[in-house]
């Protein structure tokens, strides 16, 4: 069973969620169209010729760049290659770019998308959960600069979005549960019925309720994006965890992937919480549960002092101030401003607490 869920925001478009459906590509690319495809070497081998295999039936010119695996190839380095392939194949602004992987790839083909010749079209054709959950929806495109992730970016919104469930079950459990966390924020910041999936069941690409779970929380999303399109208000709560988050996945050199990163800063806040008297003591506990119960990794030691020099130039500051998101229940959650040097004293305060 196949879903389309329609996102309204300044430029309209669709997602198409389901199985088997990248045929649906037909309905935004034809002859006439270059089509340049970005993935990287993984998906290249594991699930590119089911794409190419469309666009070859139908006749349609494409290209391909393939980058390597993980965060190092979302860089501006990259994209200066990039955007001399695509000039070398002579693309225009009446042709498409597709990003046919991960986040990674989806952010960097996003960006790539918004700044060729001052912008082309793209689809965003995720192929794990993470990125169908979440960076494949919204419009924010990003690459990183050594100093911090997702400094250098904008806004881009697609052309559309084609998430093939089916690509989920070549997914190592690891990075499966990597996009189950973007999944449990969901619930933390919007319903605790959707909470209580995670908490209840032991959720994974199996699941009879995988559609359900990734319709739901790519309309929670959609809802928030719908309401604030360029992140000035309530956007800014799907930010949950990613103000510690963030700086985890850069003090681990992205050992500690974005889920899972998130996971950890979602700790943390739910902590702080506590301590603010915010969410009970036993909404904490299932926090802690449901973070534990899908944390299927070793965790590398890290210092707080490197963690702290990477939140301190988050791309969230403004005017010396922070605003953190603190849950107030599993379901209800509020954008907290904090000063600069209140941090370090509510970092500890969340990860001392228990």
């Given at each position: 069973?196949?879903?389309?869920?329609?996102?309204?925001?300044?430029?309209?478009?669709?997602?198409?969620?389901?199985?088997?459906?990248?045929?649906?590509?037909?309905?935004?690319?034809?002859?006439?169209?270059?089509?340049?495809?970005?993935?990287?070497?993984?998906?290249?081998?594991?699930?590119?010729?089911?794409?190419?295999?469309?666009?070859?039936?139908?006749?349609?010119?494409y290209f391909k760049f393939v980058l390597k695996p993980g965060e190092d190839s979302k860089s501006l380095e990259v994209v200066e290659r990039i955007m001399n392939a695509m000039a070398?194949?002579?693309?225009?602004?009446?042709?498409?770019?597709?990003?046919?992987?991960?986040?990674?790839?989806?952010?960097?083909?996003?960006?790539?998308?918004?700044?060729?010749?001052?912008?082309?079209?793209?689809?965003?054709?995720?192929?794990?959960?993470?990125?169908?959950?979440?960076?494949?929806?919204?419009?924010?495109?990003?690459?990183?600069?050594?100093?911090?992730?997702?400094?250098?970016?904008?806004?881009?919104?697609?052309?559309?979005?084609?998430?093939?469930?089916?690509?989920?079950?070549?997914?190592?459990?690891?990075?499966?549960?990597?996009?189950?966390?973007?999944?449990?924020?969901?619930?933390?910041?919007?319903?605790?019925?959707?909470?209580?999936?995670?908490?209840?069941?032991?959720?994974?690409?199996?699941?009879?309720?995988?559609?359900?779970?990734?319709?739901?929380?790519?309309?929670?999303?959609?809802?928030?994006?719908?309401?604030?399109?360029?992140?000035?208000?309530?956007?800014?709560?799907?930010?949950?965890?990613?103000?510690?988050?963030?700086?985890?996945?850069?003090?681990?050199?992205?050992?500690?992937?974005?889920?899972?990163?998130?996971?950890?800063?979602?700790?943390?806040?739910?902590?702080?919480?506590?301590?603010?008297?915010?969410?009970?003591?036993?909404?904490?506990?299932?926090?802690?549960?449901?973070?534990?119960?899908?944390?299927?990794?070793?965790?590398?030691?890290?210092?707080?002092?490197?963690?702290?020099?990477?939140?301190?130039?988050?791309?969230?500051?403004?005017?010396?101030?922070?605003?953190?998101?603190?849950?107030?229940?599993?379901?209800?959650?509020?954008?907290?401003?904090?000063?600069?040097?209140?941090?370090?004293?509510?970092?500890?305060?969340?990860?001392?607490?228990?």
């Open positions: 069973m196949n879903k389309i869920i329609d996102i309204e925001v300044s430029k309209s478009y669709k997602v198409h969620l389901g199985h088997e459906n990248y045929k649906d590509i037909v309905q935004y690319v034809d002859g006439g169209k270059k089509v340049f495809i970005i993935t990287d070497e993984n998906l290249e081998k594991l699930h590119l010729k089911e794409l190419t295999t469309i666009l070859d039936k139908e006749d349609i010119n070398a194949q002579k693309m225009s602004r009446s042709d498409i770019v597709i990003a046919f992987g991960g986040g990674v790839v989806g952010d960097i083909a996003g960006f790539c998308a918004s700044i060729y010749q001052r912008g082309v079209e793209y689809i965003q054709i995720p192929t794990t959960l993470l990125a169908a959950v979440d960076s494949s929806v919204g419009g924010k495109t990003a690459v990183n600069l050594k100093s911090g992730k997702n400094l250098v970016g904008s806004f881009k919104q697609p052309l559309a979005v084609l998430c093939n469930l089916d690509t989920f079950k070549t997914l190592s459990k690891e990075e499966f549960n990597n996009g189950v966390y973007e999944c449990i924020k969901y619930g933390i910041l919007f319903e605790r019925e959707y909470f209580n999936i995670f908490l209840q069941e032991d959720f994974d690409v199996n699941s009879n309720r995988l559609l359900e779970v990734v319709e739901r929380a790519i309309e929670f999303k959609a809802k928030v994006v719908i309401e604030d399109e360029f992140d000035f208000g309530m956007r800014r709560l799907l930010n949950l965890g990613h103000t510690f988050g963030h700086g985890i996945e850069q003090a681990s050199n992205y050992k500690i992937k974005h889920g899972f990163a998130v996971g950890l800063g979602m700790e943390i806040v739910s902590k702080i919480s506590r301590s603010l008297n915010e969410i009970t003591e036993e909404e904490l506990e299932e926090i802690l549960a449901v973070m534990k119960k899908y944390r299927n990794i070793k965790l590398p030691t890290i210092s707080s002092q490197d963690i702290l020099s990477y939140v301190l130039v988050d791309k969230k500051i403004y005017d010396g101030v922070i605003n953190m998101i603190i849950p107030k229940s599993i379901g209800e959650c509020e954008i907290k401003e904090v000063e600069l040097d209140k941090l370090k004293e509510l970092y500890y305060l969340g990860t001392n607490n228990s």
